[in-house]
């Protein structure tokens, strides 16, 4: 999800109506701030007042997208120098949200690779910098999935629901939930150093750019079906409670380890392929595992087709309040705005 022009989504600062006063000489290392997630996580903390390091692939770019930040950093974690490490020293937090994406176009079994190896490469260069650090930061928040608890070991969930998943339950035993367990624990070999780590388990993130508005544009087009069987769940979140829950772990010291990013009305994929049908006051026809499994590459996909419900747990019995608890709700705010989306075209003469 690395479409670049989006600024400043519109209620994104509402999250934080209680945020605490700014921070002045505080300094926070991002990597992957010019992503979906990373932008609007930007703009809240630069707003708090937060020194920012940007570490990017390409700094230039990061400079534009992102104006205002205190550096902006060529980002090459397989190198264990450089002056992005440096930038870890010291710092009040290091956020990791870079790598390649999992709804990238699908491409093969070395696209997969990509994904795993860019995620785990970045946590272990940020984590060998901590290790070097004069003074390690206090914080290391990094991003997991939910693909972390597994996909039904590959199965189609069918008859009896699927148990739910919060943060005490185990991993699963797929490819997937291997590669996030070798992750996790890449990333919380920082709490040897000290660094309070927490891994955030991420569902499907609905936005006005992403997969979201990719769906829509079927359903708009009469090409939007459910994915069978149908009673699969979808764990999903909205743009702004991601950005909450990132925050959240940043200003609550008793947010450690897993904090699952989903909301807490689980949908189903039949569920969820309705709401959008409803809102955009189209039927749904054809099922669309077809075209699901051909866009997307391994999670991107099996979220669809093979998901899972997943609680959370933490986030709730810690006080957070989702503004965007209800599908409904979510799609409400976000299809309005996805209709004068240029992502979501409509078809010719319509
Ligand atoms: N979006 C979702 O629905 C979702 C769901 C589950 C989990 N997550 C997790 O949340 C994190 C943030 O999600 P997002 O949607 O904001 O991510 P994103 O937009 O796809 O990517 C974030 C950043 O990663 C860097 N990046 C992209 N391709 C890369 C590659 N091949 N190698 C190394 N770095 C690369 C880019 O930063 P630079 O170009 O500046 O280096 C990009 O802006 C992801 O790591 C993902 O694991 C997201």
């Given at each position: ?214 769906i829509?544009?079927r359903?708009?087009?009469?090409l939007g079906g459910?994915v ?58 054809l099922p669309m595992d077809g075209w699901i499994v051909r866009r ?55």
């Amino acid at each position: 999800m690395n479409g670049r022009p989006l600024a400043r989504p519109a209620g994104v600062r509402n999250v934080v109506k209680d945020m605490p006063p700014p921070s002045p000489n505080r300094r926070i290392a991002i990597a992957g701030a010019t992503g979906l997630v990373g932008r609007p996580l930007f703009f809240q903390l630069q707003r708090r007042g937060f020194r920012l390091s940007i570490l990017s692939r390409d700094p230039a770019a990061a400079r534009l997208l992102l104006p205002g930040a205190a550096e902006y950093l060529s980002f090459r974690p397989a190198a264990r120098e450089g002056r992005w490490a440096a930038a870890v020293d010291g710092a009040e937090a290091v956020l990791m949200l870079a790598g390649a994406s999992s709804f990238a176009r699908r491409s093969g079994p070395d696209g997969r690779r990509e994904i795993r190896e860019s995620r785990l490469v970045a946590n272990r260069g940020l984590v060998t910098a901590m290790a070097d650090a004069r003074v390690p930061p206090r914080l290391f928040v990094t991003a997991s999935s939910v693909g972390y608890y597994g996909f039904l070991d590959g199965l189609r969930p069918s008859g009896a629901p699927p148990p739910v998943a919060d943060e005490r339950t185990l991993g699963g035993n797929d490819e997937i939930s291997r590669d996030y367990r070798q992750l996790e624990g890449a990333a919380r070999a920082a709490e040897r150093y000290g660094v309070r780590t927490v891994v955030v388990r991420t569902g499907l993130v609905l936005a006005t750019e992403g997969a979201l508005p990719e769906i829509a544009a079927r359903v708009r087009r009469f090409l939007g079906g459910i994915v069978p069987p149908g009673d699969q769940p979808l764990p999903w979140i909205h743009l702004e409670d991601e950005i909450g829950l990132w925050l959240l772990a940043l200003d609550d010291p008793r947010v450690r380890g897993p904090l699952n990013a989903t909301a807490p009305e689980p949908r189903t994929n039949r569920e969820f392929m309705q709401a959008i049908a409803r809102r955009l006051r189209r039927p749904l026809w054809l099922p669309m595992d077809g075209w699901i499994v051909r866009r997307w590459t391994g999670e991107g996909a099996l979220l669809f087709s093979h998901g899972r419900s997943v609680a959370p747990r933490k986030a709730l019995a810690l006080g957070y309040r989702f503004r965007y608890p209800t599908l409904d709700g979510a799609l409400r705010a976000l299809l309005r705005r996805t209709e004068l989306s240029a992502l979501a075209p409509r078809p010719a003469g319509a």
